[in-house]
């Protein structure tokens, strides 16, 4: 996680002067080189310093995609995907220089298969436009991963959020997708069948790739139907392990709550403050439930019975959409309350993901050392897949507050790999956890570096994202 | 799928020997190498040919199977994983000979974590072994691909069956695997969280894999909570496109259906004469619904509005077990059913999957083809999914049978490729579908031997399997 660990590798400026050239010629206007653009394309919402690419396509087909790739292919020059640059981990980088393919232009549906709840969309589209294009079909997206990330990014990254518990991630949503290889060729990973058994799983491959293996071209993402209705609640616990001991009943018994958070007693202060409302400083969940009338009503009926049991305050719930938005807005800007809480400041938001059974110690350890640290840090967390976020305020001009945020990081990498967790729940590892994966994986991280160097022996998709290569 | 195509690969017989004698000295009489037992380890259910190895290692450890590994690996000698022979596709046939592991006694239980759901297991256990050591805990393991296969069996075919409408297949409930490499040396896929970012998905890589890119030692798998009420019934329909209609709305509407299953009138016929059943030999639906009382009377109620807006007939439901177990076994005995109807002959079971709303027009195109080549062939779906599996009845001792069931089959697998559909939804590549994998895939398959030549280099894990290597 150190900084000093994040270098730009070694650049061959002949190269990416001579495919500079090249793209030019062939893109005109649609490939510009202007510093402003470069730095725009290099935008980390991290403290990861930008590393700029020296030249952006505007892609606008996958043919576009596929002769950008090529071109670099012949120069050896890096080619960096980039969406909506809402990635955490610095996934957008150009630490060897080369050329960032932007897809904002890449965003249509092409087409939409109502029957088969499936869609198939450019990976330049975001998952609001997606939603809002789908909505006279009665279908919707359902992943949410609060930035209105790119489908692209979102599959490249393995992206959930919030509703995961009940939806699944994006490796349970994406069903094929089109990638340009380091050959330049266009190729699918799957027919639009909803499983298969033929072959490797190369969309599940693809999915979380980082782009380091191919250039998404096209997306085939399930769908699914706009529950008829949403309610949705709030409770507050004595203590954390209350919290998630309710989460545990609920996931045991099999309710199919579509959203469960977790809100620890400093982020509720953080949202009282920023969003106006009244909730007790406790650790807090959140829960949305989907489904029919008679459905949702079972279900928060189910949900208040377990709150009950677990030591909880009363549970409200409500199906008035204007109540719920208001709610949910304040869970979206847990990012802005705690940047709140200290005007001025940065925030860097990370993830990590632990067995739910580990979440209630996972998270008071965290807190215990926030307090030790004397670090200002709220949490949240998708409580019902065990993955929670950190939000440390700090001064991200001040070296020593850097210094002090990258060693907490590192403390709560190792705690969540101490109880069998993963040091990345759905940021990925970009150029930010590199340094953690073989500690989580160790051999493993090995076979990934062979199928890397199969697919991409000259390293030029994505290079030096998840793993450097030796 | 022409049998001609399944050819016998180069043995090497002085490795094979050289091999052979430094497994008796290591393994003693846990090493077999009697004709009868390498049979029974090249048993296949279809008529694929038995090519037998030339020793069954019996591992009782994962130290075992590395130790085979690396022994073969020297001499660079094939190895096959076994687990009960279940698979269709000639997945542990020897066509270069070598070394079959059996697993039948790793089958133990290595851990089960109520609380998080999840459990690890030794490769060899099946999931009928999983589900009677799990009673106590009040979860189950819902994966059910009809046959008592081993859970190593069935990661390794990517299985799924009757209930993958609402659990997944063994993509979605398998968390994490051990796996000993070509090289010998034991590598984890990933940690115990739900979900997580870090790097390559080298789980689902694994998953459906069928044994050429590593030899499963474990595999932890997602658990569920035994529902509180499990309620099934079944409903005819005048029409196969009703039927599958009926089948999209339920998708459609979000109801959670454990099962769906799609019955063809001969199916139907077979059943009634078999299990003692007096259906109307009309398109069925078996259906089960898993929840608490409250939510099975709920979904039951939701089905029975679609099946009458749909032509069906009276739904009756009951959550009444032994009725539903009498439903059921009729269901799961379809494969005897359907020997039944010409006594003496054989059973080949063939699988594809289309998009749902291509089902009954798949369906429908299908029986005319067995109608008008007189063959003898019910059907049965899971029409959740859009799979269905043709039961093909024949005098495999008759090469002019044999031919047609291979004409029949490459017809069956054009027609589900046309429609955007896989060859095989759950019974794997093997050997017997290889012909249909790059019409599927294309250039794709070329990306599957590149990993599969990085991982394997010298071709000795589960060789001529998915495909064979130039």
Chains 1, 2 share one sequence.
Not at 248 to 256: A, C, D, E, K, S
Not at 375 to 397: C, E, M, R, T, Y
Request: glycine share 10%; aromatic share 6%.
């Amino acid at each position: 996680m150190a900084l000093s660990d994040i270098k730009g590798a070694a650049r061959n400026e002949q190269a990416i002067a001579a495919a500079v050239a090249v793209l030019r010629e062939r893109f005109g206007d649609r490939f510009q080189t202007g510093e402003a653009i470069r730095a725009q394309h290099a935008h980390t919402t991290t403290y990861i310093p930008a590393q700029l690419p020296d030249g952006v396509v505007f892609a606008e087909a996958a043919g576009d995609v596929a002769e950008t790739v090529k071109i670099c292919a012949v120069h050896r020059v890096p080619v960096i995907p980039f969406g909506t640059g809402s990635s955490l981990e610095g996934q957008i980088n150009a630490p060897a220089g080369g050329i960032s393919i932007d897809f904002s232009r890449m965003n249509r549906v092409l087409e939409v298969n109502a029957e088969d709840l499936d869609c198939t969309v450019e990976p330049g589209i975001t998952r609001e436009e997606l939603n809002t294009y789908l909505r006279d079909t009665g279908l919707f997206f359902p992943i949410d991963p609060g930035a209105n990330a790119s489908i692209g990014g979102m599959t490249s990254t393995r992206a959930s959020g919030t509703n995961a518990v009940r939806y699944g991630t994006m490796k349970d949503n994406v069903l094929s997708v089109t990638a340009v290889t380091a050959k330049g060729e266009e190729i699918r990973t799957a027919r639009r069948a909803r499983k298969s058994s033929a072959g490797y799983d190369l969309t599940r491959l693809f999915v979380g790739a980082e782009g380091t293996l191919g250039v998404l071209t096209s997306v085939t993402l399930r769908l699914q139907g706009i529950p008829a209705m949403i309610s949705g609640g709030v409770c507050s616990f004595p203590t954390l392990a209350d919290a998630c001991n309710a989460v545990i009943m609920t996931v045991q018994l099999g309710i199919p709550v579509a959203r469960i958070e977790l809100v620890n007693a400093l982020q509720i202060r953080a949202c009282n403050a920023y969003s106006g409302l009244t909730l007790p400083e406790l650790p807090t969940l959140f829960v949305e439930f989907h489904g029919s009338e008679d459905s949702v009503r079972l279900q928060s009926e189910e949900f208040a019975h377990i709150t009950a049991e677990c030591g909880g305050g009363e549970f409200k719930w409500t199906a008035d959409a204007a109540e719920r938005a208001k709610l949910w807005k304040a869970r979206h800007d847990a990012y802005w309350a705690a940047k709140a809480l200290r005007p001025g400041h940065a925030v860097i938001a990370t993830d990590v993901c632990v067995p739910i059974s580990r979440l209630a110690e996972c998270v008071a350890a965290t807190e215990a050392d926030i307090e030790e640290h004397g670090l200002l840090a709220p949490i949240v967390g998708h409580a019902g897949d065990g993955n929670f976020h950190v939000s440390l305020v700090l001064d991200d001009k001040n070296p020593a507050d850097v210094e002090q945020a990258e060693a907490f990081v590192s403390r709560l990498n190792a705690r969540a790999l101490d109880m069998d967790g993963t040091c990345t729940g759905e940021h990925g590892i970009g150029q930010g956890k590199q340094a953690f994966l073989p500690l989580e994986l160790g051999g493993a991280v090995d076979l990934m570096r062979e199928i890397k160097r199969a697919l991409d022996p000259d390293n030029i998709l994505n290079p030096g994202k998840i793993f450097t290569m030796g």
